[in-house]
């Protein structure tokens, strides 16, 4: 490589950093005040895309001039920091005391409804955007060209930098934004309305996302995927740089766009890994990022209510158990093939939630890509029936362990973080094996996965399978509620309420926390070891963040409270889900509301909301009878 080709690649990598710090700028300073994990940020993005794409020429008709190409942008923007604002009052304000997991449900339920709002106004097919007037020549540098509009970002960056420089140390907005970001609390104490600055943080981080968005225009074409594509590298960016931390996240987007642009041509095989590698690698040596700090982490926990008490199942509960299962035995005679079909899958989802409640509700470790696990387990399973000739008997029986060995390498580093960096250390790894998954095609088959995983001939019937997969599932369920209920589960409840009294009483934490992720890991592993042979096929979107996040809805829809919600949070969720998705073809909003109304209607998840409904309709014990005992 040439001196020129090396200084153009550079800029081209400065020009994308540019444009990823804009964007992860928002969402460092909404989580730094407001501590939501905004998963609506990408949304956020893509609506002022597709608003640019529709004000910029408007503009451009009145006067095709750069100063009006840049007005149509500010524009967008600001609408998009309008809904932003809009989105906090209406929703994030009425749910801030709830766990801030359910927060994050909440932007979820978002993220759909955007994308069916988006499909629905705009369509489904790509959108081309406007050149920006002055800006369509190239400019030579060493004598190769390089896109004026790609120097122009670069430039818009730097001063999106030194805007947020002056607002946060010229500004009393910016300075109320500093101090939330340190001690949120301690600036409510000081008497400032905090509902308003959560609302202009909002506005801030939203306009941000807008203008991010609303810039790309003339760079690509605008599509409904947008979302899904940039939050994940903005997480990424926000995680690097540290949490909160604006010139942290300045920092990490040099460093990635530089490495995206030479990543390509040093380690074109591996280059959906580098960034969440680099992403792990720096969580494992410096666990708060760049220029996050340690005090300010502890701070930043996201560690759920969990189950704070464990009783054992009453006659009422013993009831419904024995209801539910008779009604599951019971589907294969009388369903048709169809509702066995959703029976399977609910049983399968079932078991791979209630993993991730082990997790969460119990040992308060939030995974962010437990569908690593699930996927796993799921091409162990069909790796070794296609091209390694087992049945689906030992196939089954490895996959599991297969998936519990990687959750054993992974969870080593994992557990001995907390709060959102543990979170997102589990997206990095789970990223890295998607990644392997999508691009080691003379393995996994790529994006075409693995095709003709099918069970045993004894089992080919469905009915058949059904009762096999409710056999697996009970089983590793009420294997994992014995070991919740068992002294294991006693000390990991005590390692995730205090870390520091547990370890002080004798409790290894660090061993404790990791044996129940690798645990965790391989129920997760069965559970996709069945559903590859129900399936009959694997793919790449088994390990995917959209899989990851719907495991986390089923949780906490289910109750994180409650040691039974997961189970009742994937029937809810995939019922809901099947019901709406034939019906009509903007099934995501139905999806997302459903899901914001539960939310807001069922703080503590359905089997939480049942429990306290049960114990409020439960009468007061009476005075005790003259004479007897105390």
């Known amino acids: 490589m040439d001196l020129s080709f090396i200084v153009i ?14 964007i992860a700028s928002g969402l460092t300073i909404v989580f730094g005040v407001t501590r939501i994990v905004n998963f609506a940020h990408g949304s956020l993005y893509m609506l002022g895309a597709y608003l640019a794409v529709t004000i910029v020429p408007m503009m451009l008709e009145v006067d095709r001039s750069l100063p009006m190409f840049l007005l149509g942008v500010l524009v967008s923007a600001l609408i998009v920091g309008v809904i932003g604002a809009g989105m906090e009052i209406l929703l994030l304000r009425r749910i801030y005391k709830a766990p801030e997991l359910f927060q994050l449900l909440a932007t979820f339920g978002v993220v759909l409804i955007v994308q069916d709002l988006v499909i629905k106004v705009w369509g489904a097919v790509e959108i081309p955007g406007p050149r920006a007037p002055s800006l369509r020549h190239g400019v030579f540098i060493m004598g190769e060209r390089f896109p004026a509009y790609e120097l122009f970002l670069i430039g818009a960056g730097l001063v999106v930098l030194a805007g947020l420089w002056l607002l946060m140390q010229r500004t009393r907005f910016g300075v109320l934004i500093r101090a939330a970001t340190q001690d949120r609390e301690m600036v409510g104490a000081l008497g400032v309305n905090q509902a308003w600055l959560f609302t202009g943080t909002l506005f801030l981080g939203a306009f941000l996302a807008g203008l991010g968005g609303a810039l ?7 599509n409904t995927q947008m979302d899904i594509s940039i939050i994940t590298e903005v997480f990424v960016v926000t995680v ?3 949490m909160g931390s604006v010139p942290g996240a300045f920092i990490a987007a040099l460093i990635i766009g530089q490495l995206q642009a030479f990543g390509i041509l040093i380690f074109p095989k591996i280059t959906l890994v580098l960034v969440f590698l680099l992403m792990a690698v720096v969580l494992v040596i410096k666990p708060w990022g760049l220029f996050g700090r340690p005090d300010a982490a502890a701070g930043r926990a996201i560690l759920p209510e969990g189950i704070l008490s464990l009783k054992r199942f009453g006659k009422g509960d013993n009831v419904v158990a024995a209801v539910a299962i008779a009604v599951l035995l019971a589907l294969p005679i009388f369903g048709d093939n169809y509702m066995v079909k959703v029976g399977i899958e609910v049983l399968v989802l079932a078991l791979a939630a209630f993993s991730l409640q082990f997790l969460i509700g119990v040992g308060g470790i939030v995974s962010f890509g437990h569908a690593a696990y699930f996927g796993l387990g799921a091409y162990a399973a ?15 029986i490895l996959s599991p362990l297969i998936a519990g060995a990687f959750a054993a390498l992974f969870g080593y580093f994992i557990v001995r973080l907390s709060g959102i960096y543990l979170a997102m250390l589990t997206l990095a790894f789970a990223q890295i094996t998607y990644a392997v998954c999508f691009q080691w095609v003379e393995v996994t088959g790529g994006d075409n996965g693995v095709v ?15 009762y096999l997969v409710l056999a697996f599932t009970l089983s590793a369920i009420i294997a994992l509620r014995h070991a919740i209920y068992a002294p294991f589960g006693y000390g990991l409840r005590a390692a995730r309420d205090s870390a520091v009294r547990a370890d002080a009483i004798g409790i290894d934490v660090a061993r404790i926390r990791w044996f129940a992720f690798t645990l965790s890991g391989a129920a997760a592993g069965l559970a996709g070891g069945l559903y590859s042979f129900s399936k009959g096929s694997i793919d790449p979107t088994m390990i995917s963040i959209p899989m990851s996040v719907d495991f986390l809805v089923m949780v906490l829809l289910g109750g994180i409270q409650t040691v039974i919600g997961p189970v009742a949070g994937a029937a809810a969720f995939h019922s809901i889900k099947d019901f709406f998705m034939p019906l009509t073809d903007f099934w995501r909003l139905f999806l997302g509301l459903s899901i914001i109304a539960m939310v807001l209607v069922f703080p503590r998840g ?22 007897s005992s105390p």
């Open 9 to 22: 690649q550079s800029l081209s990598g400065l020009a994308s950093a540019s444009s990823l710090f804009i």
């Open 606 to 627: 359905i089997a939480g909301a049942a429990s306290l409904l049960g114990r409020r309709n439960t009468p007061a014990p009476g005075p005790a009878p003259v004479g």
């Open 240 to 242: 690097i740089g540290g």
């Open 216 to 222: 790309q225009i003339p760079r690509v074409a605008i």
């Open 382 to 396: 069909g790796l070794l029936a296609t091209k390694g000739g087992l049945a689906m008997e030992p196939a089954l």
């Open 452 to 466: 003709g995983v099918w069970p045993s001939s004894w089992a080919s019937s469905r009915q058949v399978y059904f």
